[in-house]
């Protein structure tokens, strides 16, 4: 059965992105597997705390266990408001897991387990992040993962998707990532915006090369979508000006990683990441993809 993994910390940015997860797993047809990784005092000594003993593990996972099983309900009645007790429309089943040891380490494993569509994230917003975003178990879910990465803002609501705007430099490698999205469009009935943010002052639009570049991109897709070039100064700029079209979701493809380099460590990066008020949704280079 297809499935949305959504790691939680039991915070009001997991539970915030675990909500807009349940929309999505009903758009999409798919369940939810809820899980999270507890810390282990043992890989803390320098914080003072007493080495646990291999028998204390099974009570810590049996009460994180617990926590679980409370946030399934919460969901579970959340799916009782918006769609009723009716089989009809289709309601995401809710299941959870939880192991000790490194939160990364955790999550990639269980996706491995689970093949989901997504993993579904939180951040912050209001400047600050959680570690998840910004900190190093996000960027290390961002190198790593083998699914598309979907990050929640806190205080985002669902409210359909109707414009997913995917930031591209026009590379072959793009092609197949914009016909994948334009199928996850498609369960929402959404327009996929083609972006791309040219960081010149010349007349682009006019060169040969350019459009021929443009032609054999967008000739390959098939679907509702348009295109939209955005001339500005960086990166950065450019991206705030997507934000401002209407969007309600922004999609990266993973391969570029320069192009990561310059949105999250560049030197407007962490005002543009902490202040992104949409979804950011990454998709790995030969990745586990399947819309």
């Not at 669902?158 to 369960?187: P, R, S, V």
Request: proline share 4%; aromatic share 10%.
């Amino acid at each position: 059965m297809r499935t949305i993994l959504v790691p939680t910390d039991y915070s009001k940015p997991a539970k915030n992105a675990a909500f807009y997860a349940l929309h999505l797993a009903n758009a999409l047809k798919s369940n939810i597997d809820l899980c999270h990784a507890f810390g282990l005092p043992i890989e803390s000594p320098m914080l003072g705390q007493t080495a646990w003993s291999l028998y204390e593990y099974p009570a810590l996972q049996e009460e994180n266990t617990k926590e679980l099983k409370k946030l399934a309900k919460v969901l579970e009645d959340r799916e009782k408001v918006i769609w009723g007790d009716e089989a009809f429309p289709f309601h995401p089943s809710i299941d959870y897991a939880c192991e000790g040891g490194d939160a990364v380490h955790v999550i990639n494993n269980m996706a491995a387990d689970k093949n989901p569509l997504l993993i579904v994230m939180g951040m912050q917003g209001a400047g600050m992040l959680t570690r998840f975003v910004l900190g190093s178990n996000s960027i290390k879910m961002i190198e790593t993962t083998k699914y598309p990465l979907l990050l929640i803002p806190l205080g985002h609501k669902y409210n359909g998707l109707k414009k997913i705007a995917f930031a591209t430099d026009l590379n072959k490698k793009d092609i197949k990532t914009a016909q994948l999205l334009i199928k996850f469009a498609k369960y929402f009935d959404a327009e996929l915006l083609i972006t791309h943010i040219i960081q010149s002052n010349n007349d682009v639009i006019q060169d040969v090369d350019y459009e021929h570049k443009k032609e054999v991109f967008l000739k390959n897709l098939d679907g509702k979508i348009c295109y939209n070039c955005i001339y500005s100064e960086n990166i950065d700029y450019g991206l705030e000006i997507v934000k401002h079209k209407d969007i309600d979701m922004l999609v990266m493809g993973h391969h570029d990683k320069s192009f990561f380099k310059r949105l999250f460590f560049g030197s407007h990066a962490a005002k543009q990441a902490s202040e992104l008020e949409i979804p950011l949704l990454t998709i790995p280079e030969n990745g586990h993809v399947h819309f």
